[in-house]
């Protein structure tokens, strides 16, 4: 299963990537189609689930995380 959380802007996307990826877990930058109000500039990171806490991890390095559904 994968994560897809959503972030204010691609800059945030990218930290998230990186942060995720020294943590090793697997992580990309992926762009919504169809934005909703709230999904900010429309960009999520997809992230593969883990045994750790992967928002956790996010808002432990200033990544603010807008909200996330699993696939």
Known sequence: MYLYIKV?????AQRAKSV???????ASV??????KPGDGCGYVVKAEESNR???EILE??????LGYERH
């Open 8 to 12: 204010g802007s691609i800059t945030n």
């Open 20 to 26: 995720l990826n020294k943590n090793k877990i697997k």
């Open 30 to 35: 992926k762009r919504l189609e169809n934005p």
């Open 53 to 55: 806490n992967v928002i």
């Open 60 to 65: 432990n390095n200033s990544i603010r995380v």
